[in-house]
């Protein structure tokens, strides 16, 4: 038996962060997960360009690949997982990760691209404070290693 899926509350109460923009990088869709996400309502984020979430100093590689993206009709990260830092609207910095997919009109231009978004803040912090003690352990097990020679 087969149920049909409401995609609306599926939008609506999945974890992650689903935005969808336009082609030229409106927002069109904020779900709540988003909200929560980036601190934007959905009334402040909707009709707007996506450089509300995007770091200044990413948003030209940002727009570059978007355009390219838009123009081509391809992307590498439908399948692979981008990682980037984004923009809470306190101003702090997120470490986000997410795939896209393209949506089409019937002529088949990209209509819209769809971002699932997950906030890896935490684990971002948890690596890096990992790679700095392994650095600390390795310069002192190298120190000792020259005291001892």
């Given at each position: 038996m087969?149920t ?6 599926l939008v609506?109460?999945?974890g ?10 409106a927002?069109?869709?904020w ?8 601190g934007?309502t ?5 009709g707007?360009?996506?450089d509300?979430?995007?770091p200044?100093r990413q ?17 590498r990260?439908g399948?692979?997982?981008l990682?980037?830092p984004a923009?809470?609207?306190?101003g702090?910095t ?6 896209v ?14 971002a699932?978004i997950?906030d890896?803040?935490s684990?971002f912090?948890?690596?890096?404070a990992l790679r700095k ?5 390795e310069?002192r097990?190298?120190a000792q290693a020259?005291?001892?020679s």
């Amino acid at each position: 038996m087969s149920t049909a899926i409401d995609l609306g509350q599926l939008v609506q109460a999945v974890g992650d962060a689903i935005v969808i923009s336009d082609a030229k990088g409106a927002i069109t869709l904020w779900n709540p997960a988003a909200q929560r996400m980036f601190g934007f309502t959905s009334e402040e984020a909707l009709g707007k360009s996506l450089d509300l979430i995007i770091p200044e100093r990413q948003r030209q590689r940002h727009w570059d690949g978007y355009q390219k993206t838009m123009d081509t009709g391809i992307t590498r990260y439908g399948n692979d997982v981008l990682r980037v830092p984004a923009v809470h609207k306190d101003g702090h910095t997120l470490s986000i990760a997410f795939t896209v997919a393209l949506l089409y009109t019937p002529e088949h231009k990209v209509a819209a691209i769809v971002a699932v978004i997950r906030d890896e803040s935490s684990r971002f912090a948890e690596d890096r404070a990992l790679r700095k003690r392994l650095a600390e352990l390795e310069a002192r097990v190298a120190a000792q290693a020259t005291e001892s020679s």
